[in-house]
């Protein structure tokens, strides 16, 4: 089954405590992203990566670093998390950047940060 | 100005009525339009991929971009309880960036 997967889906953590949340998708695609999603705002992007080892920001990207060393992967990761950052944060995936019509996004992370 | 702007609702209408969600955006130069499905709990699922002005009709869905009036919109036809969900516009904007409104969440009434 074609699915992209999260982990951890809710996380509580407290300030500066660095995370990271776990992206993987199997369906070969090159493209990836992360977005975050808050209330009255929709989803809002932080990171993409067009194919392995090239990474570039998105509207949102302070507070957050991203790595790209394999296809399938695309790990999201907060060095020193705030209460601002607790949102719903979702991963994303598709065949390219000009495929859109193929994307496909995971379940969701929910991260409280106290 | 927001680019993409889209009313938050929420929207409850009876099972079998006809629903309308709207979104209107800044940019004419925008050619890729884009319906996402998230329901609660859930990532977001795209409904209806469309290019320029137009409509596009897939089942009980239609998709309609008005390029002249910076409009576009979503058509549900005899609306499901199934169909309760948030709704989310989209626009392609460029081969990195999609630009998401903020959802409007739509309620059927059984």
């Known amino acids: 089954e074609a699915q992209v997967t999260q982990n951890p889906r809710y996380l509580i953590t407290v300030t500066g405590k660095k995370l990271t949340v776990t992206c993987s998708q199997n369906?070969?695609?090159?493209?990836m992203s992360w977005y975050r999603q808050d209330p009255g705002l929709g989803l809002r992007q932080i990171y993409y990566?067009?194919?392995?080892?090239?990474?570039d920001k998105g509207d949102v990207p302070e507070g957050y670093k991203v790595s790209r060393k394999e296809k399938r992967n695309f790990p999201l990761i907060l060095e020193s998390p705030s209460p601002n950052q607790t949102s719903l944060y979702f991963c994303?995936?598709?065949?390219?950047?000009?495929?859109?019509?193929?994307?496909?996004f995971g379940p969701g992370t929910r991260l409280l940060v106290l | 100005q927001k680019e993409v702007e889209q009313d938050p609702g929420p929207l409850s209408v009876p099972e079998g009525a006809i629903v309308s969600l709207n979104c209107t955006y800044s940019n004419s130069a925008f050619q890729y339009f884009m319906w996402y499905r998230q329901y609660s709990r859930k990532g977001p699922e795209l409904l209806m991929y469309t290019y320029s002005s137009g409509n596009k009709e897939d089942g009980r869905f239609t998709a309609q971009v008005d390029k002249s009036s910076k409009y576009i919109s979503l058509f549900i036809r005899d609306s499901q309880p199934s169909d309760s969900a948030t709704y989310l516009c989209a626009i392609d904007s460029s081969a990195s960036k999609i630009i998401f409104g903020s959802g409007t969440r739509l309620s059927i009434r059984p």
């Open positions: 990566s067009m194919n392995v080892e090239v990474t």
């Open positions: 994303a995936s598709s065949l390219s950047a000009g495929e859109q019509e193929t994307q496909y």
């Open positions: 369906m070969n695609h090159e493209y």
